[in-house]
């Protein structure tokens, strides 16, 4: 049975009350592509939601910089935990070893020379510390161990298909973004390090995954371009028994690098992993009642809104940044607006911050994903 010590204070952050955190070292061993053993305590950040269980167990994983690996101390992934914990989840995120606190050397996930890169040994490193954290996450009374989902980024996400390939025990899903390896994009931009012995790795997973599986990538990511990411799940879904259980989203650019989408771009991806986790049996919060879509606008345009007022745009941007169940409600002259996300009663609340200045009815805009506003709706602008 896996041990963790606990109690570990942390000066340079206050753990979050609100999502349950705390913070374990967990002893792991792992070999490296030398057949060097490393023994350390890997540090692992967990949250949890309000009330007794049993949860589903989501893990998170981190990606590999190819500067600094001992920052940040320890990983959390604030914004993707509060979507998981929102969700039913208890979560836990890894900081592998070689990274962060549990110090950069010796550097169990090194994989080689650009040119005699050795991948498949490396990612067995990162899958092997996290069925360490796994196990020990199932052995919590408060969780239901046949309920597992891995979601990575970058390293993190080919770590995620590489636990995938190997079925532990309760995995349901696995969620790969930007997942590659050996990209650079200050030396090398779209071009990583043997992107074909990457290709067939990811065959050779093919051959073995049994879950559903969700690969993101971006259209500008500058670690491993546009072109290989796709040719890396084509050789993974030719090799698999069953194609249908693998999709791909192929997202436009994102900002200057949309390698980093997974961090910067949740308004953007939370309703594409919503629907993909949905499609796996996990419920995902929404406001009570029967909201239609009319088609007024699209949802992610700011300049849409029946408005005069740059405020309330600005406003709409900071709404879009919130998490189900959500709402941004405005007075039919356009004038003032309220919203709110994250919680049941969301309307409520956006109703009740509109109605306390408008001079005129409120009404929603958007609930949940919806835009439910009328062209009647609209008075005097």
Avoid at 71 to 89: D, H, I, S
Avoid at 222 to 230: A, N, T
Avoid at 242 to 265: C, I, K, T, V, W
Avoid at 279 to 300: E, K, L, M, W
Wanted: hydrophobic content about 35%; charged content about 20%; glycine content about 8%.
């Amino acid at each position: 049975m896996l041990a963790a010590s606990s109690g570990i204070v942390w000066a340079e952050e206050q753990l979050s009350t609100a999502l349950n955190e705390s913070v374990i070292k967990l002893p792991t061993t792992v070999s490296n592509i030398f057949n060097q053993v490393i023994t350390k305590d890997m540090v692992v950040t967990q949250f949890r939601p309000h009330g007794e269980g049993p949860f589903p167990i989501a893990i998170l994983l981190h990606g590999r910089s190819y500067k600094d690996r001992s920052k940040p101390g320890r990983e959390r992934f604030l914004q993707a935990t509060k979507y998981f914990v929102n969700r039913g989840f208890a979560v836990w995120v890894p900081t592998r070893l070689g990274y962060g606190e549990s110090g950069t050397e010796p550097d169990p996930e090194y994989s080689g020379t650009c040119s005699g890169k050795k991948y498949i040994p490396a990612y067995e490193v990162a899958a092997s510390s996290t069925l360490d954290v796994i196990a020990y996450a199932k052995q919590q009374s408060y969780v239901d161990p046949a309920r597992i989902v891995v979601l990575g980024q970058s390293y993190g996400g080919t770590t995620a298909i590489t636990l995938a390939a190997k079925n532990p025990s309760g995995l349901i899903a696995a969620i790969n973004f930007a997942g590659g390896g050996g990209g650079n994009p200050e030396t090398q931009p779209n071009e990583p390090c043997r992107p074909d012995l990457l290709k067939e790795m990811f065959g050779l997973y093919g051959k073995t995954a049994k879950v559903p599986s969700l690969w993101i990538y971006t259209e500008n990511d500058k670690y491993f371009g546009s072109v290989y990411p796709k040719q890396w799940f084509a050789e993974f879904q030719k090799q698999s028994p069953d194609r249908q259980l693998a999709e791909y989203r192929a997202m436009p650019a994102f900002s200057d690098n949309g390698h980093f989408f997974f961090s910067r771009g949740f308004s953007i991806w939370r309703p594409v992993v919503d629907e993909f986790l949905r499609r796996q049996g996990v419920p995902i919060p929404h406001t009570p009642g029967s909201f239609q879509d009319t088609g007024f606008a699209n949802i992610y345009e700011p300049a849409s809104l029946p408005v005069n007022k740059a405020e309330i745009r600005e406003h709409y941007v900071k709404f879009l940044e919130l998490d189900l169940p959500r709402a941004f409600v405005m007075d039919a002259a356009g004038e003032f607006a309220g919203y709110a996300g994250g919680m049941p009663d969301a309307l409520e609340k956006a109703m009740a911050i509109c109605k306390k200045r408008a001079q005129k009815e409120c009404l929603a805009y958007v609930v949940d994903d919806k835009v439910v506003w009328k062209k009647t709706n609209i008075s005097e602008l």
